[in-house]
């Protein structure tokens, strides 16, 4: 059945002027609503734990005398592609498990899924096509980088559920979102190391504190619906448990860099973000809906600059 309140195709909680409702036939519209094509900040941050990762084994080979600017870029393309292809059918299979709670939330009630403008057939067989992308892209690098890849989804298909059983389903997002720092040290060397756990583990925590500030525009429906986020579990506290998961983020990124041996120059990205997360602290005011999906969006820039500061030793040389 058609929700008579969604008659313009779009959903409530995305962009209107996006590149999706300009450049693709409106058949295509509840599809790319589907993949999140329209809301980019999901497959953005799914993929800066991969670029970091990739940056910084990349630095590690540099000292090795491996390093080739042509692999970083095939790499770095691969794991944009694969970004982009599985956080889609992660959130179409999101939208298939939590299809009646999204009918029951104001902000996911005009998704294709709920609105009925897709069927769960119709779903299911996106879902297929994307991960068959995400597959291709996966079987371009090495051997143990593909086991490495496959593991995850483990996490990506419990995530969907954890809210249902536990207050901490941002930690099984960011169990299944920050694999990526893993992927890139595999691709590299086809092994891992400290390294690239000790920034797996940074990137874990890095996720729980920027999903629970996107958490709390749904606090209220959450508490209707019977399910659990650490926006509810913190509460009036989510700022001090943010300085917590902020700081141990940064402690553990700082450690991955220094036990890949990065060039100090490394370091400058890591320090500017480390500004931006704590100002997001400062700032935050979790009744502020707008305020929280603004501040959420931000941590693009706090990927970009980490990120940022991996490639400058490269540049220099």
Known sequence: MVDQSDLSGRVSDAPSNNWVYRMLPRTLWPYAQLARWD????????MWPCFWSAAMAANAAMHLGTFSWGLLFFHLFLFFAGSVAMRGAGCTYNDLVDHKIDMAVARTRSRPLPSGRV????????IVIQALVG????LCFNGFAILVGLSSLVFVAIYPFAK???????FFLGLAFSWGALMGWAGQFGSLSVSPLLLYVGAIAWTIGYDTIYAHQDREDDTAAGIGSTALLFGDRTHGWLIGLYGTALIFIFLAFLTAGVNWIGYLGLLVSAFLL???VKVLDINNVEQCLALFKSNNRVGLLIFAGLLLPLVIG
């Open 278 to 280: 704590f100002r997001q």
């Open 164 to 170: 249902r059983f536990t207050n901490w389903p941002q």
């Open 39 to 46: 809301r980019p900040i999901g497959w953005e941050l799914l």
């Open 119 to 126: 069927s769960r057939k119709q779903a299911k067989i996106f």
């Open 135 to 138: 597959l291709a892209v996966l």
